[in-house]
Each structure stands twice: as structure tokens, then as C-alpha cells.
């Protein structure tokens, strides 16, 4: 079976709540809606305060070209455009909504009735990612990159194939898998429009193994879309890195930065992102809810929410059955990339696919010990980097070490921390120096 061949972990997955159907959160009282919910320049606010909003009602425009809007996913009033905490521990501008009745935009399709490109031959490659820029939508499984900019390949590239990414190799979420059980046949008219986004006649939707319902039902609904291939892969965590990814199912190496993807003629989506895609084109209906796992091994229900962008984390913890007592840390996404919270009104955003609430015992980080020389980091980095080096540089602040040690191409998996029988902070130190690199390298090139 497939996989990619360089390095690789394999965390215990405690997938709680794969069998739990996705379940619609409650509206918040008050909906908060972050400017930063994308990469790239954030969205500038268009409404001010005593605005009156509908679901589906435009509240941010894009404000450049790696940029995107962001739309109500509540009806009421404009409170204030001030500013929160977000996930990321700054504070960012945000709008904030007074929630009152449920009433949407009459332009979105509410219906359920399936809409296949057969349906729409008019649409043509940019009027599919016209329509995708003008909704919203961005990458669903936490990079959040504006998904028109990667269906608009730059000059001198051309897109060979489109691969889905179903994987979900982070332990504990479970979003991505019960999406694909539930709506199956949306998600492949989403995949099929960003194939005809992007002129490409091959499609892949790549999942791991550990998932065979979804294998099984993706295959059946795939096998009315011949150009469609669903392709299992081997449980080894982080396959739903974009490099690894293309490496397991393709077989091809993405260079080092700047390459991406489309150099090796491959776009990378999430299935998340060929869902909203769907929506966007065949439903009118902009990004503005999203599929995010609740979980932990002492959460009294661990529940697949479709919540409200802008809904408080603490609202979805509450309709788990509340904060366990014996709480640690609560994470943003899974346990490998995710980000402790500083506060649990963090609001919704379009990027946040889990929060888990850790138990003391899981929390509690082993005590620091010096480093024994075991290259175990090393076997484990899937980018082929070495760990240990770049970790020990951060610390010293020796920027033209690690930047001769290409720790740009670092995707901050955490595979190396993970390994450590040291219980170095290995990630936390290589975070710090990379973010410490490209912003050199930025101000160089802008010279």
C-alpha cells in the first residue's frame, strides 16, 4: 500500500468520535469573525456599527489577491469592529454580530438537491474560480491558503493532476472522515469542478486506510466519475502534508522552497475545500460554516459539529457535556500542530478543524533532559532535515546556520518532538527560527 518514503511517525489516532454523525451547533448569541482567518493580506471590513446582517451577507472584502472575504454566518446587527484574541495569541481586528432570528440571504440554495457539472455546462474554468475567489473559500484543513490563488497557477506552470487530500493523519479528528460518510456525492462534484478549474482530466481522492466506511462508500460513489480514483494509503502520520501527499500517491518530489506543488504538475486540495467548492459554485452559498471535531479522552461527548464561523469554542465545549475537570490544555486542532488556546472564547474560524481538550496526565510535559545523540528526529522528519541541529541553532540565535540548513522547508509536523526520549522542545525551537528566517529573507528581497 501507498505511502511516502522519508521518515514518518505513528501516534496512537484515539479517533473518539469517528462514529458520531456530524451534529448542527447551536447559534451563538454573539458570532465574532476574525480578519485573520486566511494566509495572506486580511479581509477589510465593508459594515460598521448597526448594520443589519442576514446569513450569507458579505461583512470583510479581500483586500489584495492572497486574499479573501468573509461573510455573516448569523442574521442580526453589527455590535462593534473592534479587535479579539484569536487562536493565534494576538489580537486581531474582528467584527461582532448580535445574533437575532436566523434569517439567509435569498440568493443561496438552501435545498438539498444535488447539482453536477452535467447540470451546468456553462460554466466554464474561470467562472468556477471566480465564483470559489467571490465565496470565500480557503484551505479546510488549517492552512487556510486562498483557494483561488492555487487554481490560478502561476506562468510557466500547468497542472497535471488535482489530489484531494481525505488523509486526516492528525490523532483524535475525525471532521474529514465524517464528512466523506455523509456527503460523498457533493464532495466528488467538488472535486470534478476544480479538476475543470484547472484543465486537468485526473483526479485522486487520498485516504488513509484506518478510514475503510469512507474508502469503502468514496469508491462506490466514484465509480460514476471514471476520471476519479480513490487511492488508500497507509496510516503513517504526516501523509496529509502537501509534499508527502503528492510523494505517497504520484511518486513525485516537491523541491525545496520556493517550489510548490504545481511544479510537479500536482494541485493539492482538502476535502473539506472540494465541499465548500460545491457549495460555492452549485449552491451560491459562501464559507461561512464548517465541519470541527470537539474531542478528548475525558470530553463527556466527543462530538463532528457543523458550526457557525464565529462561533465561541466555549459554546461547542458546553455542548459536549462541558470542561472536564481534570483538564490540562486545551488545543487548537490535533495534538501534532495544534496550539494551546489562550482563552475558550476563541471564536470559530474557517481553518479550525478540532479542538482538544487534553487531560492533565496528557498535558504534562516530561521534564527536558540533554540531548543523547540518538538521531531518532532524524529518521523521523519526513523533509529529511535534522532536527536536532536546527533546534539547538534557534536557541543560540545563529539564523545563518539554520538558514544554510534549509529549516524553511521545515512543515512543522512535530514528528521530531514526538520522537525525542529527551522530551526536547525541538518544535518549539525550529517555530522559532523559521518564522526568525523567512522574515530575513522577506526584508532581503524587498531591498
Known amino acids: 500500500m501507498k505511502t511516502f518514503k522519508i521518515g514518518g511517525v505513528h501516534p496512537a489516532e484515539?479517533?473518539?468520535?469517528?462514529?458520531?454523525?456530524?451534529?448542527?451547533?447551536?447559534?451563538?448569541?454573539q458570532a465574532v469573525f476574525s480578519m485573520f482567518q486566511h494566509i495572506g493580506s486580511p479581509a477589510k471590513p465593508v459594515v460598521t456599527k448597526g448594520d443589519a446582517v442576514k446569513v450569507g451577507t458579505l461583512l470583510a472584502e479581500a483586500d489584495g489577491f492572497v486574499s479573501a472575504p468573509i461573510y455573516s454566518s448569523v442574521s442580526g446587527k453589527v455590535n462593534k469592529v473592534d479587535a479579539i484574541v484569536d487562536a493565534s495569541g494576538y489580537r486581531r481586528p474582528a467584527i461582532f454580530v448580535d445574533v437575532e432570528g436566523d434569517e439567509w440571504e435569498e440568493s443561496i440554495d438552501r435545498s438539498s438537491?444535488?447539482?453536477t457539472l452535467s447540470d451546468r455546462p456553462e460554466l466554464t474554468d474561470k467562472d468556477i474560480v471566480a465564483k470559489i475567489k467571490e465565496a470565500g473559500v480557503v484551505g479546510m484543513g488549517g492552512a487556510t491558503f486562498p483557494c483561488h490563488v492555487k487554481l490560478s497557477p502561476p506562468p510557466g506552470t500547468k497542472a497535471?493532476?488535482?489530489?484531494?487530500?481525505?488523509?486526516?493523519?492528525?490523532?483524535?479528528?475525525?471532521?474529514?472522515?465524517?464528512?466523506m460518510l455523509e456527503k460523498a456525492d457533493e464532495i466528488l462534484v467538488g472535486v470534478d469542478l476544480i479538476m475543470k478549474a484547472v484543465n486537468v482530466t485526473k483526479g485522486y481522492v487520498a485516504i488513509e486506510n484506518n478510514k475503510p466506511d469512507a474508502i469503502r462508500l468514496m469508491r462506490e460513489k466514484a465509480s460514476k466519475y471514471p476520471h476519479i480514483e480513490v487511492v488508500p494509503l497507509q496510516v503513517k502520520y504526516p501523509q496529509g502534508g502537501e509534499k508527502q501527499l503528492?510523494?505517497?500517491?504520484?511518486?513525485?518530489e516537491v523541491p525545496a522552497p520556493p517550489a510548490i506543488p504545481i511544479h510537479v504538475g500536482a494541485v493539492v486540495q482538502n476535502v473539506g475545500t472540494a465541499f465548500a467548492v460545491y457549495e460555492a459554485v452549485m449552491k451560491?452559498?459562501?464559507?461561512?460554516?464548517?465541519?470541527i471535531t470537539v474531542t478528548g479522552k475525558s470530553v463527556k461527548e466527543p462530538t463532528n459539529f457543523m458550526a457557525r464561523i464565529g462561533t465561541p469554542m466555549s459554546q461547542l465545549i458546553d455542548e459536549c457535556g462541558g470542561l472536564p475537570e481534570d483538564t490540562g490544555k486545551v488545543i487548537g486542532g490535533g495534538p501534532m500542530m495544534g496550539k494551546a488556546l489562550m482563552n475558550l472564547d476563541v471564536p470559530v474560524c474557517k481553518g479550525s478543524s478540532g479542538l482538544l481538550i487534553m487531560n492533565q496526565k496528557e498535558a504534562r510535559r516530561g521534564e527536558e533532559q540533554p540531548c543523547i545523540r540518538c538521531a531518532?528526529?532524524?529518521?523521523?522528519?519526513?523533509?529529511?532535515l535534522e532536527p536536532y541541529l536546527l533546534a539547538t541553532a534557534s536557541s543560540m540565535r545563529?539564523?545563518?546556520m539554520v538558514e544554510d540548513n534549509d529549516i524553511v522547508s521545515c512543515i512543522e509536523c512535530g514528528s521530531c518532538q514526538f520522537t525525542c526520549p529527551s522530551n526536547r522542545a525541538l518544535l518549539d525551537n525550529i517555530r522559532t527560527g523559521k518564522s526568525t528566517v523567512m522574515a530575513l529573507i522577506r526584508a532581503r528581497n524587498a531591498k
Open 284 to 291: 451560491n452559498k459562501p464559507l461561512f460554516e464548517r465541519v
Open 246 to 252: 503528492i510523494a505517497a500517491v504520484i511518486g513525485r
Open 160 to 179: 497535471e493532476c488535482v489530489i484531494i487530500n481525505a488523509v486526516e493523519c492528525e490523532p483524535y479528528l475525525t471532521a474529514d472522515h465524517r464528512l
Open 113 to 115: 438537491t444535488l447539482i
Open 376 to 384: 531518532k528526529c532524524v529518521g523521523a522528519c519526513p523533509m529529511g
Open 14 to 29: 484515539n479517533k473518539l468520535s469517528a462514529a458520531n454523525p456530524i451534529k448542527v451547533a447551536s447559534l451563538p448569541k
Open 398 to 400: 545563529n539564523w545563518e
